[in-house]
């Protein structure tokens, strides 16, 4: 979880989801999957209650001898149904990609400059300290 960063935008509502990895490739792939998982569990979820909603305004459809109410729950059953047919037809049903995953052509870490400065600065004085040590320990003997 420490991989993964959710970004909203408060004005917008646009989310931005990012995954830090070694591998862009990987991070590339992980963000798509976790697009499409989020868009496939809600649309399952979504034609799921849909169908419990339906089979119940079938039974209230026979049990009531009302045509007005009958003619309501048809409604209701006609929005339901539409319900269904949008979450099976949109492959990107809740979360719409409007920029999808990009391979950064950037590393943006590590700075590998900056480890081979601080290695050479700290090999440097690391290797001063040692030279006055054998230097002064020298000259005590």
Not at 53 to 71: F, M, P
Not at 107 to 132: D, T, Y
């Amino acid at each position: 979880m420490e991989l993964l960063s959710i970004n909203t935008d408060k004005d917008s509502g646009l989310i931005t989801i990012g995954i830090d990895h070694y591998s862009p490739y990987v991070a590339q792939q992980w963000v798509t999957w976790v697009v499409n998982d989020i868009n496939q569990i809600t649309r399952d979820q979504d034609v799921e209650q849909a169908e419990k909603s339906i089979a119940y305004l079938k039974e209230q459809i026979n049990e009531t001898a009302v045509a007005d109410l009958q003619a309501g729950f048809f409604e209701m059953i006609q929005d339901q149904i539409q319900t269904i047919m949008l979450a099976k037809a949109t492959p990107e049903y809740l979360f719409k990609t409007i920029d999808p995953a990009l391979v950064p052509e950037e590393e943006i870490k590590p700075k590998r400059a900056l480890i081979v400065a601080l290695g050479a600065v700290l090999g440097g004085l690391l290797g001063i300290v040692l030279v006055l040590i054998r230097h002064y320990s020298n000259k005590d003997a």
